[in-house]
């Protein structure tokens, strides 16, 4: 069922596309958006790990450089029935980590050095086992592509803003499209927000849930994200995250206070629901 409904939103994202696509060229317009948009999950399905890697300065470590966090990681995979994934480090004072990758077998876990100091080996377990989750069930992949259009979606809002701020007076013979250009000024991010947002937060659920199981008490990731909540609230946000990525994280990396508007479109959960969600699974676990 979540996987049926990701592809019912990933086909609404492509549809918003074509719709732009159609508002400003009609047919043409929309033939493009939608070779677009196949060519961008093209694009993320072969490339999507480097990319995020390289966005973020993660560096890919070896058994003999850490030999506790790969040892941790390699453990977790050998209980999730995972390949072994490249285990990656950002540097980075912000405790935070998230997964990426087009599959299990082409993956890769990344950690903040802040995380590393932050969180007890318990706490880092159900983080690890969160990411681990993420690639099991191929959340990765899914993740990279919804930002990647959504990313798209949002330029082209910004393209038919200044179209209209600076547009030719001939636009009604061009047949343009009053209606056409405000929704997608208006609308379009904020619906391809939406969808991304609901993609993110459905996840992040399935893969909290997984994870408590993978490191075999779900109050070491309750924990950790207890810790990690508090850092991302009180502390500036992460350097190098931006809004097209933020949701890969296990904590959004752009949180600041949670009463702003933003907050609303956020790409994840709360995470006191996520914490009891975690304590309610450990309870029926007996642990």
């Known amino acids: ?4 409904k990701t592809t019912v939103l990933m ?43 390289k966005m973020y300065g993660a560096r890919e470590i070896t058994e003999q450089e850490a030999p506790q966090l790969y040892g941790m990681v390699a453990g977790l995979a050998a209980r999730a029935e995972l390949p072994m994934p490249k285990v990656c480090i950002v540097n980075s ?33 159900g983080v690890l086992a969160h990411e681990l989750s993420h690639i099991k069930h191929r959340d990765t992949l899914i993740s990279c592509v919804a930002a990647a259009i959504a990313g798209v979606i949002s330029m082209l809002a910004n393209i038919a803003q200044w179209s209209m701020i ?8 061009n047949g ?7 929704a997608t000024i208006i609308l379009a991010p904020i619906a391809a927000m939406i969808i991304q947002m609901a993609i993110s937060r459905s996840r992040e659920y399935e893969a ?7 490191c075999g008490n779900p109050n070491f990731l ?40 933003t907050s609303l479109f956020s790409t994840h959960p709360d995470t006191g629901e996520r914490i009891a969600l975690l304590r309610q699974q450990a309870a029926a676990m007996g642990k």
């Open 1 to 4: 069922m979540n996987t049926l």
């Open 11 to 53: 086909a609404l994202l492509m549809g918003i596309m074509i719709a732009i696509g159609s508002a400003f060229g009609g047919r043409h317009g929309a033939m493009l958006m939608l070779m677009i948009s196949l060519g961008m999950n093209f694009f993320t399905y072969w490339f999507s790990d480097t990319m995020v890697l």
């Open 93 to 125: 004072a912000i405790p935070n980590a998230f997964a990426t990758g087009r599959n299990p077998s082409h993956a890769a876990v990344a950690v903040t050095t802040g995380i590393m100091n932050a969180l007890s080996p318990q706490e880092l377990s």
């Open 166 to 173: 600076f547009g030719s007076s001939d636009d009604e013979d």
């Open 176 to 182: 343009g499209n009053i209606i056409g250009l405000l």
């Open 208 to 214: 909290d849930k997984s994870g408590g199981e993978i």
């Open 222 to 261: 309750a924990d950790a994200l207890q810790k990690i909540e508090y850092y991302s609230l009180h502390a500036r946000p992460m350097d190098q995250a931006t809004p097209a990525t933020s949701h890969m994280f296990i904590i959004n990396p752009l949180s600041g206070s949670r009463k702003t508007f």
